[in-house]
């Protein structure tokens, strides 16, 4: 058995280019293996403990509902999709180790996965040493720029910048901003100071309470204090259901002090009951009472699956429809030169007809173009949708902070 020595010598060649060009030994040896024993994995990295998997279990099920999806028609190329599912407990230093253990233990390509952007920092590092990619379907408040990881949740100009002006044209400019303490709610409120300067607005407080605290008569007396016209929630988690609760115990009425949320769905209004959320107010792209063939489909899917009764929200869209974004750039891609900077390749520019309609990965920056809606929340848990956009808007990941522009080289510094 003789080893063919010009398929040899253009086998090292190709190697010692890749590496020299910085690409991980670990992918030109997985490269065309992944397809060896017809699978294709991936990692699934949401919590299911903790004090976020109240929000991560629906992503997690809305991921795995996608993969049986794709599997049940055929698998991609042939080959079927196998999750290897971690539960990271809702703690940014375990989301890291679980992230490398699936990019380098499990090879997988691609890795669906986080709710908090303190678990996606966290896990950022690995995804940019491995040269791996993250999809991450969460709602964030933009002004990063990775390639190694596709955005589709919606970044500020998609969520915010509509809904503060409309919350002041109805109810007035004093906000007072509450959210849970750590980069996401403090990098929005900033965003919101800057569009209530713009509009003349005034903030009279802001607080951040830790992750899974559940104690806000202290919150609530300062929000009868200062009597605010709106008052911006950016609490995740479980703490969500307490501060409504609270709130409503407390006597306050939404329809002179109603909260406004970028972070209150139809996952935290089930597990507080509907009446406590009633009146109060969320801005994104998704809501479940969404009309259209696609989410009607998926909200039936989604209860066969997992229960009568269940709920989708603006999270577990996205964490469905980008994994058959990534089916459709795997699919592109053929079987050759699975590895995941081709992946991304790939997946950059693919559209899908999703639930909330139409999307499409932004070639320009790695995120997602969505459609930005205002829902208000009813007693049977449901939101109605008060306001739509009538056209998918462009994510714009730095639109905040005019002079920086997210390109696929990097961040740009655009010159004054
Ligand atoms: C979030 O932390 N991006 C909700």
């Given at each position: 058995m003789g080893l063919d020595r010009r398929k040899f010598l253009k086998g090292t060649a190709a190697i010692g280019a890749a590496t020299a060009a910085g690409f991980p030994q670990i992918w030109i040896k997985n490269s065309g293996l992944a397809y060896a024993a017809g699978e294709i994995k991936v990692g699934v990295l949401y919590?299911?403990?903790?004090?976020t998997a109240i929000i991560e279990t629906s992503l997690n099920q809305a991921t795995l509902m996608a993969i049986d999806e794709i599997n049940a028609a055929g698998g991609i190329n042939g080959a079927k999709v196998v999750p290897v599912v971690e539960d990271p407990a809702s703690d940014p230093a375990t989301f890291a180790q679980k992230a490398r253990k699936l990019v380098?233990?499990?090879?997988?390509?691609s890795v669906f996965g986080s709710y908090t952007s303190a678990s996606r920092k966290a896990v950022l590092p690995v995804f940019e040493k491995y040269n791996n990619l993250y999809w991450y379907p969460t709602l964030y408040e933009g002004r990063e720029c990775s390639k190694n990881v596709i955005y589709t949740g919606a970044v500020p100009n998609q969520q915010q910048k509509d809904f503060v002006p409309w919350l002041v044209k109805n109810f007035g400019k004093k906000f007072y901003l509450i959210g849970s303490n750590y980069i996401y709610p403090k990098e929005e409120n900033n965003v919101c100071k800057i569009l209530l300067k713009e509009l003349g607005g005034e903030v009279v407080g802001e607080e951040y309470v830790p992750?899974?605290?559940?104690?806000?008569s202290s919150v609530i007396s300062k929000f009868k204090e200062t009597r605010p016209d709106v008052i911006f929630s950016t609490v995740v988690g479980d703490s969500v259901v307490a501060l409504h609760r609270q709130y409503k115990a407390a006597g306050l009425d939404p329809k002179k002090m109603p909260m406004a949320s970028l972070t209150t769905s139809e996952e935290e209004i089930a597990a507080m009951g509907g009446e406590f959320a009633a009146g109060h107010f969320t801005s994104a792209?998704?809501?479940?009472?969404?009309?259209s063939p696609e989410n009607h489909k998926f909200v039936e899917a989604f209860q066969k699956r997992w229960g009568k009764g269940k709920t989708t929200n603006f999270v577990s869209e996205p964490a469905y429809f980008q994994v058959h974004l990534f089916k459709q750039a795997v699919e592109k891609l053929g079987?050759?030169?699975?590895?995941p900077p081709a992946i991304r390749e790939a997946a950059w520019g693919q559209e899908y007809k999703a639930p909330e309609g139409l999307v499409k990965i932004d070639?320009?920056?790695?995120h997602t173009y969505l459609w930005p809606k205002i829902g208000e929340a009813q007693t049977n848990g449901q939101f109605k949708i008060i306001e739509q956009s009538k056209e998918w808007v462009k994510p714009l990941p730095y639109w905040a902070y005019p002079g920086q522009v997210c390109t696929p080289e990097g961040l740009q510094q655009k010159k004054a």
């Amino acid at each position: 058995m003789g080893l063919d020595r010009r398929k040899f010598l253009k086998g090292t060649a190709a190697i010692g280019a890749a590496t020299a060009a910085g690409f991980p030994q670990i992918w030109i040896k997985n490269s065309g293996l992944a397809y060896a024993a017809g699978e294709i994995k991936v990692g699934v990295l949401y919590s299911l403990t903790g004090t976020t998997a109240i929000i991560e279990t629906s992503l997690n099920q809305a991921t795995l509902m996608a993969i049986d999806e794709i599997n049940a028609a055929g698998g991609i190329n042939g080959a079927k999709v196998v999750p290897v599912v971690e539960d990271p407990a809702s703690d940014p230093a375990t989301f890291a180790q679980k992230a490398r253990k699936l990019v380098v233990g499990d090879r997988c390509v691609s890795v669906f996965g986080s709710y908090t952007s303190a678990s996606r920092k966290a896990v950022l590092p690995v995804f940019e040493k491995y040269n791996n990619l993250y999809w991450y379907p969460t709602l964030y408040e933009g002004r990063e720029c990775s390639k190694n990881v596709i955005y589709t949740g919606a970044v500020p100009n998609q969520q915010q910048k509509d809904f503060v002006p409309w919350l002041v044209k109805n109810f007035g400019k004093k906000f007072y901003l509450i959210g849970s303490n750590y980069i996401y709610p403090k990098e929005e409120n900033n965003v919101c100071k800057i569009l209530l300067k713009e509009l003349g607005g005034e903030v009279v407080g802001e607080e951040y309470v830790p992750l899974g605290h559940s104690e806000f008569s202290s919150v609530i007396s300062k929000f009868k204090e200062t009597r605010p016209d709106v008052i911006f929630s950016t609490v995740v988690g479980d703490s969500v259901v307490a501060l409504h609760r609270q709130y409503k115990a407390a006597g306050l009425d939404p329809k002179k002090m109603p909260m406004a949320s970028l972070t209150t769905s139809e996952e935290e209004i089930a597990a507080m009951g509907g009446e406590f959320a009633a009146g109060h107010f969320t801005s994104a792209p998704y809501f479940m009472s969404y009309d259209s063939p696609e989410n009607h489909k998926f909200v039936e899917a989604f209860q066969k699956r997992w229960g009568k009764g269940k709920t989708t929200n603006f999270v577990s869209e996205p964490a469905y429809f980008q994994v058959h974004l990534f089916k459709q750039a795997v699919e592109k891609l053929g079987k050759k030169d699975l590895t995941p900077p081709a992946i991304r390749e790939a997946a950059w520019g693919q559209e899908y007809k999703a639930p909330e309609g139409l999307v499409k990965i932004d070639p320009d920056n790695s995120h997602t173009y969505l459609w930005p809606k205002i829902g208000e929340a009813q007693t049977n848990g449901q939101f109605k949708i008060i306001e739509q956009s009538k056209e998918w808007v462009k994510p714009l990941p730095y639109w905040a902070y005019p002079g920086q522009v997210c390109t696929p080289e990097g961040l740009q510094q655009k010159k004054a």
